[in-house]
């Protein structure tokens, strides 16, 4: 009987290092803003009897840095091996791979086996047949772990708490879509299935998904799987082989002569460990312990780096648990709505500090606290100039005022006052909304309904 619930899954992933040189020379790795084959020289584009420079030592930093963040011991001497294949984007025929700079790690339940540091190839375009090598040699972090994953959700988990590292190591690429995922999968022990070159955590899940029905399906018929490449092929959330049998002797593994081994001495492991960035784990865990915010509200405001240390800046100047609320959930509602982080949103901390201390204060409502919020994304104006332009400053605290507007509300609104002395208390809420809107909501809801009330029931 083959168990075909048993699922194993394990990952190889490759993220771009935020480097400003590439692994081997003194290229641009900024390729983005680059002509074709621009930030290229002899090095990064394999001419003959070109030999590369000492190893980049901000990128060898940056692999030591997350493979701390990752709990793994670090190799004190670490070489680097030719990875052969022919492709055209690869002018060497062959990739600079490291061995483990580190080892034994654990994230989320997943072990890690190891990171390494590897050059990124070029673009090959098969369709025109040109290459742009301004890619080729910028430095990539890969991280391999153990198939310990048992399911295309808990993959997706454990993506995103990798994804949250990279965020807080501030050693990655910031502008997102650089994270190559190679996923392995095997079921109920038979062969392993590779699927290749997987770009976000979205496919993963559904590739995932797909391999393992179509497993299932061929075990059920009582056809053994194969050993295989497969490729996802995004459009169609489907997969589809690729080469057969691709193991790793293929590569034909070899040191490279040209670069020496590192050495990775104490002095400067020392110093890595010094400054290495909290983990999310563990600034989830000082939010809660120094601000008393519930685990869920910490935890959403930990998910992101950059978020959290806008929180931290915000609880210095304001009542912390009430800026943890407006934080996770109205600046990151409009910051989701409009697809932005918050350093491109332009809101400014100071004015985020005004908004919420005016809100406290109760100069303005929450209604109106919300919609100001919104119009701070790209916004100069202080919340406090924007709430006065718009007449909104003030909440009207003149009791008489209220009053006048709840007797205008209730002359204006027959049928909602009739439902209501007729028994169908939910009508309060009608009449209280347009009384709202007639003073745009400036007013705060409590006094309403004590004014509703005391008219409607004499
Ligand atoms: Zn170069």
């Known amino acids: 009987m083959l168990m075909i619930d048993e699922v194993k899954i394990g990952f190889e992933i490759h ?11 003194k290229c641009s790795t900024d390729y983005r803003n680059a002509e074709p084959n621009t930030n290229v020289c002899e090095i990064c584009t394999g001419q003959p009897g070109a030999k590369p420079m000492a190893v980049n030592k901000e990128a060898l930093e940056a692999a030591i840095t997350i493979a701390l963040m990752l709990g793994c011991e670090i190799k004190r001497e670490v070489i680097f091996l030719r990875k052969h294949y022919d492709y055209p984007d ?22 890690i086996w190891e990171v390494h540091l590897e050059e990124d190839p070029g673009k090959y375009d098969p369709i025109t047949g040109r290459v742009d090598y301004n890619r080729c040699g910028v430095p990539l972090i890969e991280i391999v772990t153990a198939p310990d994953i048992k399911s295309p959700e808990q993959a997706r988990e454990f993506l995103k708490e990798l994804v949250k590292i990279f965020d807080y190591s501030n050693k990655t690429r910031k502008e997102g879509g650089t994270m190559r995922v190679d996923v392995n999968i095997s079921i109920a022990n038979q062969a392993r299935v590779e699927i290749k070159n997987i770009n976000s955590i979205k496919g993963v899940y559904k590739a995932l998904k797909y391999e393992i029905m179509r497993q299932k399906n061929l075990l059920k018929r009582g056809i053994k799987i194969r050993r295989e490449t497969r490729a996802f092929i995004e459009e169609q959330m489907i997969t589809k082989p690729m080469r057969l049998k691709e193991y790793a002797e293929d590569y034909r593994y ?5 670069v020496l081994p590192i050495k990775i001495t104490d002095e400067m492991l020392e ?5 290495l960035p909290e983990t999310p784990m563990e600034k989830e865990k000082k939010l809660m312990e120094k601000y008393g915010l519930p685990k869920e509200v910490a935890r959403v405001i930990a998910s992101e780096y950059e978020l959290a240390k806008v929180y931290e800046e915000v609880a210095r100047h304001v009542d912390a648990k009430f800026a943890a609320y407006w934080i996770k959930d109205e600046l990151k509602r409009v910051l989701e709505y409009n697809d932005l982080t918050f350093a491109q949103s332009g809101i400014k901390i100071e004015h985020l500090i005004e908004l919420l201390k005016m809100i406290k204060n109760e100069e303005i409502t929450v209604k109106v606290g919300k919609k100001i919020i919104e119009m701070m994304i790209g916004n100069s104006k ?18 008489e005022t209220v009053k006048k507007v709840v007797l205008e509300v209730i002359n204006e609104n027959k049928k909602a006052v009739q439902d209501y002395l007729s028994g169908k208390k939910e009508a309060i809420n009608y009449l209280v909304g347009q009384v709202m809107k007639k003073t745009k909501g400036r007013v705060k809801p409590q006094i309403v309904i004590k004014y509703l009330n005391k008219f409607l029931n004499t």
């Not at 070899?254 to 040209?258: A, R, T, V």
């Not at 110093?271 to 400054?275: A, D, E, M, W």
Request: hydrophobic share 30%.
């Open 254 to 258: 070899i040191p490279d002569p040209d």
């Open 15 to 25: 993220e771009q290092l935020a480097t400003r040189t590439k692994l081997f020379c």
């Open 90 to 111: 690869l002018p060497n025929g062959y990739q600079r791979t490291s061995t483990p700079i580190g080892v034994n790690g654990e994230l989320a339940g997943v072990r």
């Open 271 to 275: 110093k890595i460990k010094r400054n």
């Open 382 to 399: 202080s919340p406090r100039e924007i709430a006065k332009e718009m007449g909104l400053l003030n909440v009207i605290s003149d009791e």
